[in-house]
C-alpha cells in the first residue's frame, strides 16, 4: 500500500520539532479530518537555513511534512513557493489515492509559513493561488 520511502519517512521523520524564535510559522489543516500540519521556518538573507514541523495525522501526513521539509531546506523562499503536493508525492515514490489530500497540507504549511515569515517583516506580498486563511476555510485550500 505505501512505498518504502513512504514506510521510511514515517517511521524515521526527518526535522521533527519546532524552532524557537521562527522567522515564520505556518499551522494548516482540518479538524474534521484530522490532520494537522505546523511548520516552523528560519531564514537567513533569503535561504530557508532550518525547517521544523509538528504534524497530528495519519502515517502519510507524517511522511509528507518530513519529505516537504527536507526538499525545502537550503532553499531561497522563492523556491520553497515553487514546492507541490505533485512534487512530494513522486518523491515519496506515490501515495494512495485516498492519501492524496495528505501531501497537500505540506504544500499548505510551507506556503503558510512562509506568508508568516512576510506579514513579520513588513513585507506586502501575496501567494498566488493561496489564501492564507485555511483555518477559517474549514477545508483544504486548493484556490
Known amino acids: ?51 521544523k514541523f509538528k504534524t497530528f495525522g495519519c502515517g502519510a501526513a507524517v511522511a509528507t511534512s518530513s ?27 506515490g501515495l494512495p489515492p485516498a492519501k492524496i489530500h495528505c501531501s497537500v497540507l505540506a504544500e499548505e504549511a510551507v506556503k503558510s509559513a512562509v506568508l508568516d515569515y512576510y506579514k513579520k517583516n513588513g513585507m506586502e506580498k501575496e501567494i498566488p493561488g493561496f489564501c492564507g486563511d485555511c483555518a477559517s476555510c474549514g477545508e483544504h485550500c486548493h484556490h
Not at 519517512?9 to 479530518?33: D, L, T, W
Not at 523562499?77 to 507541490?84: C, I, K, Q, W
Open 1 to 51: 500500500m505505501y512505498s518504502e520511502k513512504v514506510m521510511e519517512h514515517f517511521s524515521n521523520p526527518r526535522n521533527v520539532g519546532e524552532i524557537e524564535n521562527a522567522s515564520g510559522v505556518g499551522e494548516v489543516g482540518n479538524a474534521k479530518c484530522g490532520d494537522i500540519m505546523k511548520m516552523f521556518l528560519k531564514i537567513e538573507d533569503g535561504v530557508i537555513v532550518d525547517v
Open 67 to 93: 519529505m516537504a521539509t527536507e526538499m525545502i531546506k537550503g532553499k531561497t523562499v522563492d523556491e520553497a513557493l515553487t514546492l507541490t503536493n505533485k512534487a512530494v508525492v513522486e518523491a515519496l515514490d
